[in-house]
């Protein structure tokens, strides 16, 4: 399985919603959360997930969980260069995230928050005490110069979702106030408050919009300490800390250092795990997960295995189709290029049937759509003011049911009638349209163990008569052939949220279809889509906005833009068995990095492999 650095650390970083349930009168808070409610008190000492006693110390490294094999840059708020994983630890935000709740944040820079009554408006109180590594202050002038810089130099994806904050301004060097505009303000208070705070002083000399490998300086727990570009790199926890001792942090960063490790291919990277080059593995690949685990570290109980459950929404991961080319404008060829993917014959051969099929957009969560239309549903989709397929009001597509054999014969007869339709009709065996041109279809992709699951879906496309075939690049140009939109079809994983808010406009909305860089990849245009995006953003309880992503999703499935592939509800990881982690486990996240420790090896770590 397959994710890209791009859409999980902006989806984790960025895009978290925010509201306050109906205030009488604006107060200021210590937390705040999407629909009002708030698991910790104003005076807590720690998250409930966390070890306030755990030790300090020690070394972890590991192969991030961003899916990417190289990196070039350590700016990761720009869309040139390739950043490296991890740069989220240099950087603190005014507010951080509570693991184990839909979507509450607590005070971090800033020490609360308040809410104008007409939601117009929201001003942080910051902490007197904040300080960048550097010794110097954080001060309200560096969270206006950080929102300017980043809706100005940013990554597209920024100036986008900020598009609705019409300004922040300094109130007084410990108070800022950011204002907004139009009446879809839901989502603005959280995304400010988790924007990266950045020194005003420190870029006086430096250009923002570059890609660079100096160390940048930040505010979090963690520095650069070391880096070898495209290998690896190491960040060293802060004992400067300013942070350290505040109960969001409590029993938190407990690390002296964290190495990401990069490796060209999966099979290097699980030899030099077997070696004990790094610490911790997430296993992506079922394959490996069944077969590979059963070396001599493992039997002696040097090296541990787990299932971490995964409680967030599964992820919208598939094969995503160009819709801005030509040949894939009609949906029923998109269609049909679902119907040739036999996902039983790939889950039972390939995947040592651990995986479920994944159907919906919304994956293991109350906002998939289930079979007909509810009436609060259906009301919603025929309001909207904007013409829908009519396949959207009646049952939720679902993608097809094979026989297992790896050439579904009905299937595929059902694939070349669409065909037929669309104007693709079998000449000499081939599959062409009315001007004599080969229907082709290209998968992108930089990985080599991913091209044994493509290659029998190749198969059965060339079966309809296209001229089916695999393009492997190095990771780089992977890279920026997806932010030119310069392929057919690619794989891509989106990580939704308890409460998705304006990322949907960044993975599917029209103003995103264009955008370079942007992570639309299938360039979805539709009005319909857009309507109910805005519906989940300004939803004012969970209820409402639960209805408006089902509806969201019927759109969607109707429209054929992907062929979705698997989900499991859970992380398999393996690691040396050096660590201490808390009894609990956050909800909605792995809680690794951040709350487990150094124990020291339990058992010897070298030896026979």
């Keep these: 399985m397959t994710t890209t650095r791009t859409a999980a650390a902006l989806t984790a970083g960025l895009f978290c919603t925010l509201l306050l349930a109906q205030p009488a009168a604006a107060e200021r808070k210590h937390g705040l959360s999407a629909f009002g409610d708030l698991a910790q008190p104003e005076n807590f000492e720690a998250f409930a997930y966390v070890d306030p006693d755990a030790p300090k110390g020690g070394a972890f490294s590991l192969i991030g969980w961003g899916g990417v094999t190289t990196f070039n840059s350590l700016n990761s708020f720009i869309l040139k260069g390739d950043a490296a994983q991890?740069?989220?630890?240099?950087?603190?935000?005014?507010?951080?995230r509570a693991m184990d709740e839909p979507d509450a944040v607590y005070g971090l820079i800033a020490e609360s928050a308040e809410v104008a009554d007409d939601r117009k408006s929201v001003t942080f109180y910051l902490r007197p005490e904040a300080r960048f590594s550097d010794g110097t202050p954080v001060t309200a002038d560096d969270v206006v110069f950080s929102f300017d810089v980043l809706k100005e130099k940013?990554?597209?994806?920024?100036?986008?979702?900020?598009?609705?904050?019409?300004?922040?301004?300094?109130?007084?060097?410990?108070?800022?106030?950011?204002?907004?505009?139009?009446?879809?303000?839901?989502?603005?208070?959280?995304?400010?408050?988790?924007?990266?705070?950045?020194?005003?002083?420190?870029?006086?000399?430096?250009?923002?919009?570059?890609?660079?490998?100096?160390?940048?300086?930040?505010?979090?727990?963690?520095?650069?300490?070391d880096l070898k570009q495209g290998r690896n790199i190491t960040y060293r926890r802060n004992p400067d800390y300013w942070a350290k001792d505040l109960p969001v942090n409590n029993g938190r960063w407990n690390f002296d250092t964290i190495r990401f490790e990069y490796f060209r291919d999966r099979t290097a990277g699980m030899e030099a795990f077997k070696a004990g080059t790094y610490d911790l593995r997430e296993e992506f690949t079922s394959k490996v997960w069944a077969t590979e685990y059963d070396f001599p570290a493992i039997r002696d109980g040097r090296v541990k295995k787990d299932v971490l459950p995964d409680l967030t929404p599964s992820g919208t991961q598939g094969f995503f189709i160009n819709t801005r080319r030509d040949k894939f404008k009609d949906k029923r060829v998109r269609e049909a290029l679902g119907l040739?993917?036999?996902?039983?014959?790939?889950?039972?051969?390939?995947?040592?049937?651990?995986?479920?099929?994944?159907?919906?957009?919304?994956?293991?969560?109350?906002?998939?759509?289930?079979?007909?239309?509810?009436?609060?549903?259906?009301?919603?989709?025929?309001?909207?003011?904007?013409?829908?397929?009519?396949?959207?009001?009646?049952?939720?597509?679902?993608?097809?049911?094979?026989?297992?054999?790896?050439?579904?014969?009905?299937?595929?007869?059902?694939?070349?009638?669409?065909?037929d339709g669309a104007g693709w009709r079998i000449k000499d065996k081939k599959r062409v349209n009315d001007k004599g041109e080969q229907l082709t279809v290209e998968f992108l992709t930089f990985e080599p163990t991913f091209e044994r699951i493509i290659a029998p879906y190749v198969k059965n496309l060339s079966l309809l008569g296209i001229d089916a075939g695999i393009r492997r690049v190095d990771p780089a140009q992977y890279q920026q052939r997806l932010k030119d939109f310069d392929f057919d079809v690619t794989t891509q994983r989106y990580v939704m949220r308890n409460t998705p808010g304006v990322e949907l406009r960044s993975y599917f909305g029209s103003g995103s279809a264009d955008m370079v860089g942007s992570l639309n990849l299938a360039g979805i245009k539709d009005p319909a889509v857009d309507a109910l995006i805005e519906k989940i953003i300004g939803a004012e309880n969970r209820e409402d906005m639960h209805t408006a992503a089902r509806a969201l999703d019927r759109v969607l499935r109707a429209?054929?833009?992907?062929?979705?592939?698997?989900?499991?509800?859970?992380?398999?990881?393996?690691?040396?068995?050096?660590?201490?982690?808390?009894?609990?486990?956050?909800?909605?996240?792995?809680?690794?990095?951040?709350?487990?420790?150094f124990e020291g090896a339990k058992t010897q770590t070298t030896g026979d492999q």
Excluded: C
Aim: proline share 8%.
């Design 559 to 597: 429209g054929h833009y992907w062929v979705p592939h698997w989900y499991k509800a859970s992380h398999t990881i393996a690691y040396w068995d050096k660590f201490g982690q808390p009894e609990t486990k956050p909800k909605f996240d792995r809680g690794i990095l951040d709350t487990w420790w």
């Design 340 to 419: 040739a993917f036999d996902f039983e014959w790939t889950n039972r051969n390939m995947f040592f049937n651990l995986y479920n099929r994944t159907q919906s957009y919304f994956e293991s969560s109350p906002m998939k759509a289930e079979g007909e239309p509810s009436a609060e549903e259906r009301a919603l989709i025929e309001g909207l003011g904007a013409d829908v397929d009519p396949d959207v009001l009646g049952p939720v597509p679902l993608p097809p049911i094979s026989d297992g054999s790896g050439r579904d014969r009905a299937s595929l007869q059902r694939a070349s009638k669409l065909l």
């Design 86 to 96: 991890g740069l989220e630890l240099l950087f603190d935000t005014l507010m951080t």
């Design 154 to 225: 940013g990554h597209p994806l920024y100036s986008q979702m900020l598009r609705d904050v019409e300004k922040a301004e300094a109130l007084d060097p410990a108070t800022v106030r950011y204002t907004f505009t139009g009446d879809l303000v839901r989502d603005l208070p959280l995304t400010v408050a988790e924007l990266p705070v950045f020194s005003k002083a420190y870029y006086a000399d430096k250009k923002f919009d570059e890609t660079t490998l100096e160390p940048p300086l930040g505010s979090g727990p963690y520095l650069v300490d």
